[in-house]
């Protein structure tokens, strides 16, 4: 049976002024290349109807996954919209989805870095599977305007919305990060020690290189299980 696909781009539900924008750091810019994923299965069917409706509401207070990229420095806030797909695969069940690389490619919200970068893609994309014995949400973010911690705030959040619940507005005032435009390398590396941040050894790399480079190869981390336990917490 063929798959079906629906893909609609929502925007934020307060329009934004066009005229503003989000500006790239230095250390934004080596984060291009990077996509932050996340993969969510549920064995009950979704309302995709209010999750879209709170995704309107969630995209209201982070302008900046609406907007696109602009000369590779920076994100016009232009509300163009998130796509937001839909996809009925009922020869599948949840099952198949644990260790199988090509199922988990179908799931893939599609978010490529080079389109992106050039401004044609948006910087969010969502993806929802409707499957056999339940249905799978597939979030994918650009890492140079989401680190690990404001993307599963960003979920969270948008979790309750969906339920009607209140959030806590995010900080994305950019003129609150400090910026040592006057200072040299070697000042900033000097203050960094003073604050308490060390340098990489290369012990820290070479113990590294294992966890990547199998993760590199197998395209995906291990499982991670949380028990009811775990979640009630």
């Known amino acids: ?41 549920f064995t009950i069917p979704l309302d995709v109807d209010a999750m879209k409706s709170a995704l309107k509401k969630l995209l209201s207070y982070y302008p900046h996954l609406t907007g696109r990229i602009k000369n590779k420095d920076r994100i016009c806030l232009t509300n163009e919209g998130v796509p937001f797909m839909v996809e009925e695969k009922p020869e599948l069940s949840i099952k198949d989805l644990h260790n199988n690389k090509d199922v988990m490619k179908d799931i893939s919200a599609g978010l490529t870095p080079a389109r992106i970068k050039q401004g ?7 993806k929802i599977t409707k499957v056999k014995d339940g249905s ?8 140079v305007c989401l680190d690990g911690d404001s993307f599963y705030t960003m979920v969270y959040n948008w979790g309750r919305l969906c339920q009607n619940q209140d959030i806590e507005d995010p900080v994305l005032d950019q003129s609150l990060l400090p910026v040592p435009g006057e200072l040299s390398k070697e000042q900033c590396i000097q203050a960094a020690i003073q604050r308490g941040w060390k340098k990489i050894s290369i012990l820290s790399v070479i113990t590294l290189l294992p966890p990547l480079l199998s993760g590199a190869y197998k395209e995906r981390t291990s499982s991670f299980y949380f028990s009811p336990a775990a979640l009630g917490e």
């Not at 044609?120 to 969502?126: E, F, K």
């Not at 799978?136 to 890492?143: L, P, Q």
Request: glycine share 8%; no cysteine; hydrophobic share 45%.
């Open 120 to 126: 044609r893609d948006a910087l969010l994309g969502i």
């Open 136 to 143: 799978v949400v597939r979030i994918e973010g650009s890492h």
């Open 1 to 41: 049976m063929k798959a079906t696909t629906r893909t609609e781009y929502i925007q934020a539900e307060e329009h934004l002024q066009t005229d503003k924008v989000w500006k790239f750091a230095g250390i934004d810019k080596f984060l291009f290349n990077m996509i932050i994923k996340g993969t969510w299965i």
